[in-house]
C-alpha cells in the first residue's frame, strides 16, 4: 500500500468549516435561486391513480392558456424518452422493465408524470395543469410484495410475465468462504428464526429537487440539485443521445441528499427534453409533495432471518431471505442497495456458514432506492436484532453473546464468511468505552428495580455493535457484482503563481464539509497554509472526472486521489528544487513546504518559490514542462470497516406506549479522523435518522395505492424537541486500505443506531411477553 | 393586482402583486432575496422564516400583501453593514450548526425570535422553541449548542 501521511499539522484540528460564510449569509447558490434570461417554467401533471392505463391525454386547453408556450402528454417524447438508466444489473437475468420518465400508455406509481406544461411562470404553469384531461382505465394496485411474487399475482408491468425483477444469491459453501449453510442447518442445537420488516423510508432532503437546463447548440448545460454530476453527465449522452463532449452538469449548493440525490431523475430527463424542443432555457423545482411521491424512496424490505448456535453460544450459521421492494421500476442502483447489505448481514460475528438470497420485487409504489447506508442498515438491523432475540432464548447476556462471537482485536484483518477483509478495529475498545460512557450497570441495576417495583414506566437497555463497508469501490469488486461503471475517484492540483493552491476533486459534496476537510489535507501535504487552498468540485466543466459523493467514499477515495496528487506536485517541485538548489534530487528533504539540501538548513526554497519559478520558467530543469500541475486516480483495492458501539437507554411507559429515549451513547471507530467536528456532526445527523427510523418515520400507503404521508404533515421528520442529545466518543482503529488511515462516518449513525433503539424498546417490555 | 409598499433588509419598495402572492414568492422572484428558501408546501419545515416587524413568521404562510407597510427582515439584512455576522451566524458556524445549510436562515431566522422572547433559554426551551424548523443534516444537538452560545454572547455585550 501506499505510504502513510506524515505527521500532520492541519489533519485532526477541529477547523471551522470554509462552506459557513456564505450558507449563514444567504449568499447562496440552490439550483432554484437560478435565473436565466428568458427562461421558462415547466410544472408536471401527476398521476392520481397508483395503476391505470391511459386512455387519451388532452393538453389542448392547456396551451391555450395564460402564458403557456407547451404543454405535453407522453405520447410527445415516446421516441426520443429513452430510459431512466440502471446501471446495476446484478444478474445476468435480471427483468428491467424500462422506466420512461413521462408515462406513455400506463401509470405504475401514483406521483409518476403523465402530462407537462411550460409557461412564462412557474404560477402559470400549475394553474393550466388544471386545463389537462386525462382518461385513467384503473388496473389492480400491487401493494404487498409477498403477495406479488405467488403465482397469479396482478403483474405491475402486464408485458412481464411475473413481478419478480431478480433473484441475487449467495452461499458459502459454494462460494469457498465458509461450509455450506445446510449442514449448519441441520447440525443446529438450537436455531433462532425471527421475521423482520424494514419499512419503507422517504430520504426527505431539506432541500427540494430542482433543475435548469439551458441548451446550447447541439448540447445542454444542466444546473442540478444533486449529489453525482458526472454519473448524471454520462447518463445524459447515454440515455438521451446528447454527444458526452457537449453536456455540462453543474451541481450548485446542494441541500442535502442522503441517497436521495443519487440519482438519474425523470424530472431531470423531462426538463432537458422540453428545453431542448423548445430551444429555451427552463427551470423544474419540485414542491415537497412532488419530492415525496416521485423521488425515489428507501428501505423496504421482508427479512426472513435464521441464527443457529452451539448451546454455549457460539454461532454456527446465518441464513437469510429478502423480498426487497423495487416499487415500479428500476432506478440507477435500486438493485444493488439489498446486495450491498448482502456482506454485511454476518456484522461483527464469525459465522462458519451463510446464506443470502435476495427477491427484487415490483409493486405499484414509488421506486426504492439508495437511502443513508444502503443496504447495511438493514442487514445490521436484522443481524443485531436476532443476536438479542438469541442471547434471551439462551438466557444470556446480550453484550456476553456478542462477545463469545466478534472477532477479536488480535484477529485483524480477518475476511469473513462473505469473503471480505475487514481491515481493522478493535470491538472490545469501542465497547467498554461506550459502557463506562452511558454507566450501565448503574442502568441495569435501576432497570431491575423498576421491573421488581411494577413500574408503569419501564427501563430499557439497546445495544448495536456494528460494522459497515465504506469507501465505494474497488472496481473490480463492481464489475464482478455486475455494476457498470469503476469505484475510482480523481483529484487535480494546481499550483497557481501566487503560491497559492486549487484543488479540483470529483466527489461532489452536498454538505459533507469536503472544502475544508480537503484543504486541510493539501495544507499537510504540501505545507501550505488551510487558507491558501480552493476546493473547486461539482461542475464538470472545472472537475471533469469524478464518481461523485455517497456511500461513505469521499474522504477514503476522493481524499486519497487529493493525497497522490499532492504526492506528484512534491515529485515535480523536489525536481525544480535540485535544480535551483544546485543538489542532487536524492539530497533533497521536503518537510513543512520547504525543500532543502539534506545537511544544510537554511537553505531551502519554499513551494511557493518554486511555483513562481515554474510559472516565470525562466529556468527549469532541462526538459521539464512549465507545471508542478499533476493529477491522480485512486482506486481503492479494498474497503474500509468502521465500527462502533451504540448504547440507548429508554424509558417505555407500558400505559400509554410512549418512547422516551434516556440516553444515547455513540462510540464510533472511524479511524484516522480529519476533522473531529465534522465528524461529529456526521454522527449526530446519521443518528437523528436512525432514531426517526426506529420511531417515527414511514411512508404508508392506503390501499388504492395512494401515498398518505405525502407530506411533511403526515411524514414525521424529527424536530430537536422529538431528540435527545447524544454523548459521542471515538477509538481509533486505522484503516490499511488508504494512505490517510481514515474509515468512513457519513452513514455509521442512520447504520447503528435505529437497532440500538428497538432492542431498548424490546429490552424495557421482554418480561411482558413481548 | 395590489399595491403593496414594504421594507425589506432596510429598503423600501413599491410593488403591484397578486393578491395570491405569497411573501416568500415575493422576496425570492420579485426582490431576488434567494437567501430565503422554500423546503415544502404545508408550512411545516420553517426553511422560509423571516422576521415581520421583529417576529418570525414563516413566509409561505403570510401573503406579500400582508406586509404591507411592514418591516420584514431576512438573513441577507441580519449582519451589520460592515458585514459582522450578528451573533447568531457567527455561532451556527463557530458551533458547527449547519451542514447542508439550506435550513440554516429559517433555523436563524427563528432562534432570533426565540431569545428576543428568551434571552437564555435552556437546551429544553432551545428544542421547543425551533421545532417548527426542520433541519435533515445536524441531528439538533450543534444548533441547540449555537442558540445557547449566542445567547451567551448577546449577553455579554449587551
Redesign the interface.
Known amino acids: 500500500m501506499t505510504a502513510t501521511v506524515e505527521r500532520p499539522a492541519e489533519i485532526g484540528q477541529a477547523r471551522?468549516?470554509k462552506?459557513?460564510?456564505h450558507?449563514?449569509?444567504?449568499?447562496?447558490t440552490?439550483t432554484?435561486?437560478l435565473t436565466l434570461p428568458g427562461m421558462l417554467h415547466l410544472a408536471i401533471l401527476r398521476s392520481p391513480m397508483a395503476h391505470a392505463r391511459i386512455a387519451n391525454v388532452d393538453v389542448s386547453s392547456a396551451r391555450r392558456r395564460p402564458g403557456v408556450i407547451g404543454a405535453f402528454s407522453g405520447q410527445d417524447f415516446k421516441d426520443v424518452q429513452g430510459t431512466i438508466p440502471c446501471a446495476w444489473p446484478v444478474t445476468e437475468d435480471m427483468v428491467n422493465p424500462g422506466h420512461p420518465s413521462i408515462a406513455v400508455d400506463q401509470v405504475n406509481h401514483a406521483g409518476e408524470a403523465v402530462a407537462l406544461v411550460v409557461a412564462r411562470t412557474k404560477?402559470e404553469a400549475e394553474d393550466a395543469l388544471e386545463a389537462i384531461d386525462i382518461d385513467y382505465e384503473p388496473l389492480p394496485v400491487v401493494l404487498d410484495m409477498a403477495a406479488a411474487v405467488r403465482d397469479g399475482a396482478e403483474l405491475v408491468h402486464s408485458h412481464l410475465t411475473s413481478n419478480k425483477s431478480f433473484t441475487w444469491a449467495f452461499e458459502s459453501g459454494a462460494a469457498g468462504t465458509g461450509g455450506p449453510i445446510e449442514d449448519a442447518l441441520r447440525d443446529a442445537e438450537i436455531t433462532v428464526h425471527r421475521q423482520f420488516r424494514q419499512q419503507r423510508l422517504i430520504p426527505?432532503?431539506?432541500?427540494?429537487r430542482s433543475t435548469v437546463v439551458q441548451p446550447i447548440g447541439e448540447g445542454v448545460t444542466m444546473w442540478s440539485s444533486t449529489q453525482v454530476p458526472h454519473i448524471l453527465r454520462t447518463m445524459l449522452a447515454l440515455s438521451l443521445g446528447i454527444p458526452e463532449q457537449k453536456v455540462r452538469v453543474i451541481a450548485p449548493?446542494?441541500?442535502?441528499g442522503?441517497g436521495g440525490k443519487l440519482q438519474v431523475t425523470p424530472e431531470e430527463f423531462l426538463t432537458t427534453l422540453v428545453a431542448r424542443r423548445l430551444g429555451k432555457p427552463v427551470k423544474y423545482t419540485e414542491?415537497?409533495?412532488e419530492s415525496m411521491m416521485s423521488a425515489h424512496h428507501g428501505r423496504d424490505q421482508l427479512q426472513d432471518i435464521t441464527l443457529t448456535l452451539t448451546r454455549d453460544g457460539r454461532f454456527t450459521g446465518l441464513d437469510v431471505h429478502l423480498l426487497a421492494d423495487m416499487g415500479a421500476y428500476l432506478r440507477l442502483v435500486s438493485p444493488g442497495v439489498p446486495i450491498l447489505g448482502a456482506f454485511m448481514f454476518n456484522g461483527i460475528y464469525k459465522i462458519p456458514a451463510y446464506r443470502f438470497v435476495c427477491d427484487g420485487v415490483f409493486t405499484t409504489k414509488t421506486p426504492t432506492d439508495a437511502y443513508r447506508g444502503a443496504g447495511r442498515p438493514e442487514a445490521t438491523f436484522a443481524i443485531e436484532r436476532i443476536v438479542d432475540e438469541a442471547a434471551a432464548e439462551l438466557g444470556v447476556d446480550p453484550m456476553e453473546l456478542r462477545r463469545r462471537n466478534w472477532i477479536t482485536h488480535d484477529e485483524f484483518p480477518f475476511t469473513t464468511v462473505c469473503g471480505l477483509t475487514y481491515d481493522s478495529g478493535n470491538y472490545e475498545a469501542a465497547t467498554d468505552r461506550a459502557l463506562e460512557l452511558i454507566g450501565w450497570d448503574a442502568l441495569r441495576a435501576e432497570q431491575a428495580s423498576r421491573r421488581a417495583a411494577n413500574d408503569p414506566v419501564q427501563l430499557g437497555l439497546g445495544i448495536s455493535t456494528f460494522t459497515e463497508m465504506c469507501g465505494l469501490a474497488p472496481s473490480r469488486i463492481l464489475g464482478s457484482l455486475l455494476y457498470a461503471a469503476g469505484g475510482w475517484e480523481h483529484a487535480s492540483i494546481r499550483m497557481l503563481a501566487t503560491g497559492t493552491v486549487e484543488v479540483v476533486t470529483g466527489s461532489s459534496a452536498?454538505?459533507?464539509?469536503h472544502e475544508t476537510a480537503w484543504s486541510q489535507i493539501v495544507a499537510d501535504q504540501l505545507g501550505v497554509p488551510f487558507e491558501d487552498v480552493e476546493v473547486i468540485h461539482g461542475d464538470t466543466q472545472s472537475s471533469p472526472k469524478g464518481m461523485d459523493t455517497y456511500g461513505s467514499r469521499s474522504l477514503t477515495v476522493g481524499g486519497t486521489a487529493v493525497v497522490l496528487a499532492a504526492g506528484k506536485v512534491i515529485d515535480k517541485a523536489r525536481r525544480v528544487a535540485a535544480h535551483m538548489l544546485e543538489a542532487s534530487e536524492d539530497d533533497i528533504e521536503f518537510a513543512g513546504g520547504t525543500f532543502s539540501v539534506r545537511g544544510a538548513p537554511g537553505t531551502g526554497k519554499t513551494i511557493q518559490e518554486i511555483a513562481f519559478n515554474v510559472f516565470a520558467a525562466h529556468d527549469l530543469p532541462e526538459g521539464m514542462e512549465a507545471s508542478l500541475d499533476a493529477d491522480a486516480t485512486f482506486d481503492p483495492e479494498s474497503f474500509s470497516f468502521p465500527h462502533g458501539t451504540h448504547l440507548c437507554a429508554t424509558e417505555v411507559d407500558t400505559e400509554t406506549g410512549r418512547v422516551t429515549i434516556r440516553s444515547y451513547v455513540a462510540v464510533d471507530d472511524i479511524g484516522e479522523v480529519i476533522n473531529p467536528?465534522?465528524v461529529?456532526?456526521?454522527v449526530?445527523?446519521?443518528?437523528?435518522?436512525g432514531i426517526a427510523q426506529a420511531l417515527f418515520e414511514e411512508a404508508v400507503y392506503d390501499d388504492d395505492g395512494n401515498l398518505t404521508t405525502g407530506?411533511?404533515?403526515d411524514y414525521l421528520?424529527p424536530?430537536?424537541?422529538?431528540?435527545p442529545?447524544?454523548v459521542t466518543d471515538r477509538t481509533v482503529s486505522p484503516s490499511t486500505t488508504n494512505p490517510l488511515g481514515a474509515k468512513g462516518v457519513g452513514e455509521a449513525?442512520t447504520i447503528a443506531s435505529t437497532p440500538a433503539v428497538v432492542n431498548a424498546i424490546v429490552d424495557a417490555l421482554r418480561p411482558l411477553g413481548v | 393586482m395590489t399595491q403593496l409598499g414594504v421594507t425589506v433588509d432596510g429598503v423600501a419598495y413599491r410593488d403591484d402583486v397578486e393578491p395570491r402572492m405569497l411573501l416568500v414568492h415575493y422576496l425570492r422572484e420579485r426582490l431576488g432575496k434567494v437567501g430565503t428558501v422554500v423546503g415544502c408546501d404545508t408550512s411545516n419545515c420553517g426553511a422560509c422564516t423571516v422576521l415581520l416587524d421583529g417576529r418570525s413568521v414563516k413566509s409561505c404562510s403570510v401573503l406579500a400583501v400582508q406586509a404591507d407597510d411592514r418591516d420584514v427582515t431576512t438573513i441577507e439584512g441580519l449582519a451589520d453593514a460592515d458585514g459582522t455576522l450578528h451573533p447568531l451566524q457567527q455561532a451556527f458556524h463557530d458551533q458547527h450548526a449547519l451542514q447542508c445549510g439550506f435550513c440554516t436562515p429559517g433555523m436563524i431566522m427563528a432562534a432570533c425570535d426565540l431569545l428576543r422572547d428568551n434571552p437564555n433559554p435552556s437546551e429544553s426551551e432551545v428544542r421547543e422553541g425551533i421545532e417548527g424548523n426542520l433541519c435533515r443534516c445536524t441531528g439538533y444537538q450543534n444548533i441547540v449548542r449555537a442558540v445557547q452560545a449566542a445567547a451567551k454572547t448577546t449577553a455579554a455585550t449587551s
Do not use: C, Y
Open positions: 471551522k468549516r462552506e459557513d460564510a450558507l449563514v449569509t444567504g449568499r447562496t440552490w432554484d435561486n404560477a426527505a432532503f431539506m432541500e427540494p449548493d446542494v441541500g442535502g442522503f414542491s415537497r409533495s452536498h454538505g459533507q464539509g467536528l465534522i461529529e456532526g456526521q449526530h445527523g446519521g443518528l437523528a435518522q407530506t411533511l404533515v421528520v424536530s430537536a424537541a422529538d431528540l442529545s447524544f449513525g
